[in-house]
């Protein structure tokens, strides 16, 4: 199995609009390395914002994106868990069954490592460790907390109030209401807390820090979102890259022993459905500009290749 072409979408400078299609290099994977063919590829947030804004150091031109799910062609030296032909998926998870679609699982990298960053790594909530599958089906951060044996609790829009319980919250409260710091309060009388996790990225930090001071428990929040005061005395908070469960123990263990066989037992289904934009590098652009616009809820947007 092997590739003698290759085309990327190139941002072929800072700020650059569209991205450009054209070909690239082939590369040879190197030691502990594998070279994938991309069948399908998720839009990530920050896809949009590096574009648009070029707020990170870039040499162009150069290549965005990182949540893609497709196919092992090669592998380097000293890479034994993989081989030409297995289906994989962001972070080099072993797909472990055809039945989950490369739509359906280019899906599962952003969500999936910003949760087990911010959940599990030493430095932020430090939540135990999932040891098998329990949940129906994935929301992120709600399956990894109800499957490591938490209660969780959450907030949403009231459209999404349903969605969130089949996820398995015990309880979802109107992040809109202006009693909402309250109501959590109230919700955790009696109850300790673990921590708190803010997906959100805008305003909610500043009322999840006063939360965790009001609640008996660990007095700790993870963030999407940097840029925030400086904590109280006694309360962490810290943003979470979710890259970088890579370099510790959470990633092995989410990656290798939890997911692929939460996905083969089928007990761990990506939700929702995907929205999927079109077929080839050339739908790309579209992908992004529809994610910066917003209005597609918790649906992931796709391009498949």
Known sequence: MSITTNNAAWLTAAKAHPFEVKEAPVWKPDV????????????????????SKAWWPLEYPTMLGQDVAGQVIAVGEQ???????????????????PTVSYENAAMIPLGFSTAAAGLFQSEFLRLNLPTEPRALSTGKTLLLGVAAGYDVITTSSPKNFVYARRLGASEVFDYHDAAVEEN????????????????????PTPVCLEIVRRCEGDKAVATVKGGFTMPPEGIRVKNVFGTSIKDNAVGPALYESFLPAALASGVFRPAPEPLVVGTGLETVQAAVDLQVKGGNSAQMVVVLL
Request: proline share 3%; charged share 20%.
């Open 32 to 51: 502990r390395e594998i070279l994938i063919r991309n069948h399908a590829v998720a839009v990530n947030p920050v896809d949009g914002s590096l574009q």
């Open 184 to 203: 959590l309060v109230r919700a955790l009388h009696g109850k300790t807390l673990a921590g708190i996790m803010d997906c959100i990225k805008f305003s």
């Open 79 to 97: 890479v034994t868990r993989f081989q030409p032909g297995d289906r994989v998926v962001g972070h080099a998870v072993d797909m472990a069954t």
